[in-house]
């Protein structure tokens, strides 16, 4: 399989505090990858150098053979990642509708397709996005990112603060995207990402400290690194 | 249908009424002063297009009105004084034709706005305000200095302009003419608003970033807005120019960019029919109170701080209580 993005000892930071010490992260076409980690270890950050909405200071970044460093951040984006962010952030006023199809790019994903993936959308179509409940937004987030027809879908926390039933509808739709295009995900829940994901990346203050397939994650690896 | 659609309908509804009771009672001035709220309130959707939807708070868009205006007067002085525009490279001819003037304004326009936009857009907020400011007053003073076209004395049109074998010299056709015209921009505006571009416009102005995350570059949809909504603006002013037979570097001023914002948010920001509504209040304001005292805009200043104050939405969002929802 052909390597779709690739960091290579990235670092990072927020003014002068550095958040990334090296981190080493590569994605195949088509693969699913977990990036795991405590709070505040720079999952997000990551994600953020990713998509270039935080530039990084040392390391090289290259998405489908592309170097992205100084790239404009929507540049970036075109080249094929769509990006769930953290908190779902959809536009409220806009309708589902509207939300989807402002930023779509042709290609395989259309609106009929999202939702066949997701049918509640078709149902609040002409709804406004603020009147959405947690787990609709999500969806409505993802759609989103889908219609983009990116080649690299980013989930950031996608199931966070989410009613068990709803976790499970947007898990499904993880497994069903399997294979279709290459997800990045960020997660709490190592169960559900051990039997989606690949490979995992395990990353500590800001480096990446192990990386393997679920069955190699240890007890001893998940105490040291995601216990609490 | 909305309220807000029903409302909609009955401004337009009420203002051609207006203009064509007036004409039946034998009163052509009221008519005048309908044809005016309709090209005032023609700019105020035009500035619409840039302040309210897309949040770019423009206090030069007096720069394209004027434009407009002087587009009108120069093509029409020269057409009537039988003197070519220009000689070189090629020999062009003035016209009097109206919609080859009101093609000339929008064009040139939307050429001038264009790197205006391009640099302006490069700042945000305050510093937007002022650098828009600062090009408005820039052609202003170039207007002042330039004596080919009357400079600061402004520049008379004596017949107004011809729109085939209409009489534009009745007031009521001319009224016609710039209701059929505002109808035309009302309309555009719709469309664009809700087209794709108007949803990025939408997001650009909720949240750049996260619109940028997604693939769309905010700058290139401000832009577009900008430019279109300086085009609207110019048609107005042409109109304008028409109307008074008069133009002068007054369209030019600060004041009347200031005057397009009041129409903005007295009837309501982001509203397709909020600065329609904004410009006949100002009329009538103007012309009622104007005749009482001369210190008029005193009452329209309280007016002002109270809609902002107490109503948000402006007149159109008092009356549908409703928040805007582009």
Request: aromatic share 8%.
């Amino acid at each position: 399989m052909t390597t779709l993005l690739d960091l290579k000892g990235v670092t990072a930071f927020y003014g002068a505090s550095q958040a990334l010490f090296g981190i080493d992260l590569d994605i195949a076409e088509g693969e699913v990858v977990a990036l795991m980690g405590r709070n505040g270890m720079g999952k997000t950050t990551t994600v953020r150098t990713i998509s270039n909405l935080l530039r990084p200071r040392d390391g090289a970044i290259t998405f489908a053979g592309q170097p992205t460093r100084g790239m404009a951040i929507h540049r970036v984006a075109r080249l094929g990642i769509g990006l769930v962010p953290e908190g779902r952030r959809c536009f409220a006023p806009l309708t589902v509708e509207e939300n989807l199809t402002a930023a779509a790019r042709p290609g395989g994903w259309t609106q009929q397709h999202v939702e066949q993936l997701f049918p509640r959308l078709a149902e609040r179509r002409a709804q406004k996005s603020s009147t959405l409940s947690g787990g609709e937004q999500q969806m409505l987030a993802i759609g989103r990112a889908l219609m983009t027809n990116p080649r690299l879908l980013i989930l950031d926390e996608a199931t966070e603060g989410l009613a068990p039933v709803v976790r499970q509808e947007i898990w499904a739709a993880i497994h069903r995207l399997k294979g279709e295009l290459a997800i990045l995900v960020i997660d709490k829940t190592l169960k559900e990402l051990s039997r989606v994901a690949d490979r995992c990346f395990l990353i500590e203050r800001g480096r990446t400290v192990w990386a393997g397939t679920p069955a190699g994650l240890t007890p001893e690896l998940t105490d040291r690194y995601l216990g609490v | 249908m909305s309220r807000e659609t029903i409302l909609n309908v009955a401004i337009l509804a009420g203002l051609l009424a207006v203009a064509l009771g007036a004409w039946a009672s034998g009163e052509p001035f009221v008519v005048q002063l309908a044809t005016r709220a309709a090209i005032l309130g023609m700019a105020g959707v035009g500035l619409n297009l840039a302040l309210g939807y897309g949040g770019l708070v423009s206090f030069g868009h007096a720069a394209f009105f004027g434009i407009g205006g002087y587009a009108a007067g120069i093509l029409a002085s020269a057409a009537q004084n039988y003197e070519p525009l220009m000689t070189w490279p090629v020999e062009l001819p003035g016209t009097t034709s109206m919609p080859i003037i009101w093609l000339t304004a929008v064009i040139a326009a939307g050429l001038i706005a264009l790197p205006i936009g391009a640099l302006s857009l490069r700042t945000g907020g305050v510093h937007f305000i002022m650098i828009t400011l600062a090009f408005a007053q820039m052609i202003y003073y170039f207007a002042i200095s330039w004596p080919a076209y009357g400079g600061e004395d402004g520049l008379s049109i004596y017949v107004r302009n011809s729109l085939g074998t209409l009489d534009t010299m009745s007031p009521l056709t001319f009224f016609l003419i710039a209701f059929a015209l505002l109808l035309l921009v009302l309309g555009l505006v719709l469309v664009a608003t809700r087209s794709r571009f108007g949803l990025a416009l939408a997001m650009a102005r909720q949240n750049p970033l996260r619109l940028t995350s997604m693939g769309v570059r905010p700058f290139n949809v401000r832009l577009t807005a900008f430019v279109l909504s300086a085009m609207a603006v110019a048609l107005a002013g042409a109109l304008y120019a028409d109307l008074n037979r008069f133009v002068s570097p007054t369209m030019l001023s600060w004041h009347l960019s200031g005057e397009l914002i009041v129409f903005v948010i007295l009837g309501g920001v982001g509203r397709p029919c909020g600065p329609l509504i904004g410009a006949c209040i100002y009329v009538l304001l103007e012309q009622w109170l104007g005749g009482l005292t001369d210190y008029w805009q005193f009452p329209l200043g309280v007016i002002l701080l109270l809609v902002v104050l107490f109503a948000r939405g402006g007149v159109i969002g008092l009356v549908t209580g409703r928040n805007a929802n582009a």
